[in-house]
Every structure is written in C-alpha cells, then in structure tokens.
C-alpha cells in the first residue's frame, strides 16, 4: 500500500521545474523531516499550488507514494509569510539551503522544525543578523549530531580561557594553540571570541566575524565540497 500523509505541517526550502508543467518541491516537515515530491501540473497558469508553494509560507501538506519521491496531492496555506527582504531574504535562502543540502530524508526533527520557524520570524523583524544566523547554525549541526563545544577544551576538558588562542579541529573542537602557531591562522580563534559566541553576543565586529568563520569551517566539511548558492548570492 502507498503511503498516505495528510496535512503535514511544512515549510518548502526548495523547488525547480519538472518536465513542461510540474514542479519538483522538497519540504521540511514537522514529523517527517526532509520530504521530496513532484506537485503535478503546479506551473499550469491556472494552478492554485503555484501560489503557494513558495519559500517561507507556512504550509499543511499532503502526499501519497512508495518511492523516495512522494506525490504531492493537496496544499493548504498555514498562515501569512514570513515578510524578507534584502540581506533578510537571502539569509532565508541561506538558511533553506542549509537544510536542502544536510538533512536527510524522513527524519524527523522537531526541535530543528521549532527553531527553523524561530529563525524565520527573527529574520522577518528589525533585529541583529549574525546573531540569528550563527544560533541557527549551531542548532542545525547539534541537530545531525556535530554540536560545537564552546566550554572545554576537545583533549584535557579544561574550560576555554577568554586570555587564550585555540585551534580548532572540524567534528573536535578546541585545542589551546601554540604561541606563534601560524601553520593555519585560520584556524586560530581567540578565546573571548568564542565566549561571544557561547552566549551569542556579537556586537564587537571581530567576535561576529570570528563566529562566521568558525561557523563556515564547522559545516563545509558536511556540504561535500559543493558551494553555497547562497551564499553567491551574499557575495554579490
């Protein structure tokens, strides 16, 4: 027997053209994680799904099939979108590309769900941007179970000092870094930085750009190499 899901709770975080008339629509679902599925006939000039199937409108959505790309059969709007504009709009793109590329289908995230709607609304109001970014991005990697510790040390579990520099090791963490250790500077974070960042305090321009880096080199290694479109679009 297919399987039969009905009025999911679902944001889309990403869609394309399929064959002449269709869409291909990957959802984030509050039960059902990752969901891929074909919305047949949603670019027919006519289609109600069309409308609707767009980033950052909270959804209920249903769908039927065995295989690994389901059969979208009905969408209902779920509330009002979520109003991004500018840098806001690209960070949402951002954000579900984030989720399109590291989740993985049919597991369920609950907490991950709540605070992808959490995001969302933040980005929607006049509020400080990196912050809502990086909260989002520590949540997302302890959610796929690749949490930074922003405490203790990775080896000797002494408590990060804000008087000392530290390395850090992708999927580790921190190692106090040598005095003059210049073999990857990159690497090297100051450990005031990353007190600002445990407590999401990033008004001091190097403390939220230390905490983008550090951000950057913890999740790159789980996106295969492959770039952000995303973030293309932030660089332009």
Same mark, same amino acid.
């Given at each position: 027997?297919?399987?039969?899901?009905?009025?999911?709770p679902a944001w889309?975080?990403h869609r394309?053209p399929?064959?002449?008339?269709s869409?291909l &629509?990957?959802f984030?679902?509050?039960?059902?994680?990752?969901?891929?599925? &074909? #919305?047949?006939?949603?670019?027919?000039?006519k289609?109600?799904?069309?409308?609707?199937?767009? !980033?950052?409108r909270?959804?209920?959505?249903?769908?039927?099939?065995?295989?690994e790309?389901?059969?979208?059969? #009905?969408?209902?709007?779920?509330?009002?979108?979520?109003?991004?504009?500018?840098?806001?709009?690209?960070?949402?793109?951002?954000? /579900?590309e984030?989720?399109?590329?590291l989740?993985?289908?049919?597991?369920?995230?609950?907490?991950?769900?709540?605070?992808?709607?959490?995001?969302?609304r933040?980005?929607?109001?006049?509020s400080?941007?990196e !912050?809502?970014?990086?909260?989002f991005?520590?949540e997302?990697?302890?959610?796929l179970?690749?949490?930074?510790?922003?405490q203790?040390?990775?080896?000797?579990?002494?408590?990060l000092?804000? /008087?000392?520099?530290?390395?850090?090791?992708?999927?580790?963490?921190f190692?106090?870094?040598?005095?003059?250790d210049?073999?990857?500077?990159k690497?090297?974070?100051?450990g005031a930085?990353?007190?600002?960042?445990a407590r999401?305090?990033?008004e001091?321009?190097?403390?939220?750009?230390a905490?983008?880096?550090?951000l950057?080199q913890a999740?790159? !290694?789980?996106l295969?190499g492959?770039?952000l479109h995303?973030?293309?679009?932030?660089?332009k």
């Amino acid at each position: 027997m297919p399987s039969r899901i009905l009025l999911q709770p679902a944001w889309v975080i990403h869609r394309r053209p399929f064959r002449n008339t269709s869409l291909l &629509v990957d959802f984030f679902c509050r039960d059902h994680g990752r969901i891929a599925t &074909v #919305a047949r006939g949603a670019r027919r000039g006519k289609s109600r799904q069309q409308g609707l199937l767009q !980033p950052f409108r909270p959804l209920q959505v249903s769908w039927t099939g065995r295989g690994e790309i389901k059969t979208l059969t #009905a969408t209902e709007s779920a509330g009002s979108a979520a109003k991004l504009a500018g840098e806001r709009l690209f960070s949402g793109f951002y954000v /579900n590309e984030l989720l399109s590329r590291l989740l993985h289908d049919h597991v369920e995230h609950p907490k991950l769900f709540q605070a992808y709607q959490d995001t969302l609304r933040a980005l929607a109001i006049d509020s400080s941007l990196e !912050p809502i970014l990086r909260r989002f991005e520590l949540e997302l990697l302890a959610e796929l179970g690749y949490a930074i510790n922003l405490q203790t040390e990775c080896h000797r579990e002494q408590p990060l000092s804000r /008087n000392r520099q530290y390395r850090y090791l992708p999927d580790l963490g921190f190692e106090e870094a040598d005095p003059g250790d210049s073999n990857d500077p990159k690497r090297i974070f100051p450990g005031a930085h990353l007190h600002a960042l445990a407590r999401l305090d990033l008004e001091d321009p190097a403390a939220a750009a230390a905490a983008k880096r550090l951000l950057r080199q913890a999740l790159d !290694p789980h996106l295969g190499g492959k770039p952000l479109h995303s973030r293309a679009l932030f660089a332009k």
